[in-house]
C-alpha cells in the first residue's frame, strides 16, 4: 500500500532559474503523473545554491528525496559521434575503452565524462551515434553539496539538451517522430539547436547569443500574461514589441544557417515544422515573427503530452503557460522513471 | 515511456555512494545481527544465569557450613572424648570407696585431746566400710572424753551425708598420765569401730 508508487523531483539548473518537476509512477499500471512543479529565480550569485533551491523544492510539498537532475552549466562539453563518421571511435565506446582525450580532442582534468549509446527514435534501424558529455566536477560537487545540505538525493545527472531529446522522444509519437525535427529550447543567454530524423540525431547546437542576454520580460515565466495584462499602455506594449522584434530577428539570424545546414541531409530536407520550448517560446509575438523570419512552422510542445496531470497540478492555472520551462526538468525525471 | 540517451554523469558517484552504502548496511546488519543474538542469548540464558548465580551461592553456603561443620566435629569429638574420659573416671570413682572425705572430715572433727594410734579400714563391699580407730584420750573423766569423741566424728560423718554408727571395741582406763598444759590428765584407751555406709547423696550418678 505504502511502496505501489515511486516518486522523483525532476530539477532543471539553468542560468537564470531553476524548474522542479514531481512526477510519479504507479506501479500498478506504470502510469505517470505530473504531481507538481515550480519554477524560481536563480540568478543571485551572492546567495549560496542551498537557499535558492531549498525556497524552489519547498513549493513542491513533497516528502520525495530523490532527484534527477539537468544542467548544462558553462565549460560542460557535450558531443555527438556519429558511427559513420567515427567508426573506430564508436567501437571503441561500444567496448568501453574509449579514451577521454580521444573523445574532446583534448585532455580534460577535473571533468566528470560519460558516454552513451542514443538509440532510434522509431522502429526503423538508425545510424550508430553516441552522445559524449563532460560536466567540471566542481559544479557537480557543487549541485550535490546544495541538494544533500537540503536533505535530497541525486539520481541522475544528465545533460540538458539529452534531457530535452528524452522528454521530447517520449512525449511524441511514432508518426512524428518519423518525421525531421528540430527542437530549439530557448535559454536566457544561449539556445539549444537539436536536428534529427527517423535516422537518428543530426545535429546538437548550443549558441550562445552574441549580445547578450535576453531581457527580463521576455523571458518571464508568464509571458503572455506579461504582454497582454502588465502592460499599461500602448506605447509601452509598442516598445515591446520593438524589443521582441528586434530579439527575434536576431535568433532568426542565428538559427537559419543551423536549418538551412539540417536541411541539406537527404532525409531533412522536407523539414516543416520547427518545435520550440524556454521563455521565449511563450511569447507570441516572437513566434509569429519567428515564423516570418524562418519560413517554418513554430510549435511550443508538451512534455507532458502522454502523461496525466495530478489535480493538484492542474489547480494551477499557470501549468499550460509554463510547459514551455519544463522539457529539461521532465527528461531528467523521465529517464530516472523509464 | 521511450528514451533515447541513458547517460548518467552521476553513475560512477552513485556507484560510489552505493557501495558504501552496501559496506554501511552490511556492518550495520551484522551489528543488529549480533545484537539480536547477544539479546536472545542473554534472554534466553537468563534463567541459566539466575541458576548459576543460586548454584554459586550455594555452593559458597556449602563450603562455609561444611567448614563450621568440621570446627563443629572437632568440638564435639573433643567433648565427646572429654565426656568419655569423664564417664570412665566417673565410673571409676562410683566403683571404689574413696576414704579421703572421710578420713578429712574425721581428723577434722577429731579434739585436741585425743590422739590416735592407729586406723584401719575395712573395705568389705562398696556399700559399706568400717573404720576402726585406735587412740588415747586425756582429761578428768578420759572415758567420757572418748565418748565425746565418738559423738563428733558420727556426727561430722552424717553431716558429710555419711550415715555412721560408732560403737567402742575397747575402752578402759590407763594408769599413763598424760603431761600437757601445764598438768598432768588421766587418760583412756579406746578402740572405736564405725560402721559407715554411703547414703544415697553421696553416690556419682553416671
Redesign the interface.
Known sequence: MFFNKRQIIGLDLGASRAKAVLLEQRKGDNSVVVRDYAIDRLDEPNLPLETQLRRLLRQLRSRCRDCAVSVWPSGSKLRVINGNVEPETVREMRQGIADQKKLFHEELKGYLCEYGEISSLTRRKADPSFAVCALPEIELTRIEKALHTLGYRIQVVQMAPLAVLNAFAASQGEQELKRPFVLVDFGRACMTILGGSAAGLRMLRRIEFPWGEIPEPLVAVTGNNHSGENTENAAEEEALAAIFGEVTDLLAFELQPLLDFFRNHDDSSHLDQVYISGGLSNHRTVVRRLVERLGLQCVQWNPFRHIAAHRRALDNFDLFSELAHLPAAAGAAFQRLA | ??????????????GRHKSKRWWWRAAGSILALLAAGAASWLAADREAFLLGQEYNRQVANKTRIEKELCVIRDRVAARTDAARRRDQVLRFANQRWNWAPILSRVLAATPDNVAFTSFRINATTLEEGTLLIAGKSAGAQPRLECDKCRLLLVDALREAGYTALGEFTRLDDSEEVIRSAGGEHLSADFVLQLKISRSNRERVRT
Open positions: 515511456m521511450k528514451l533515447v540517451v541513458r547517460t548518467n554523469l552521476y553513475s560512477t558517484r552513485l
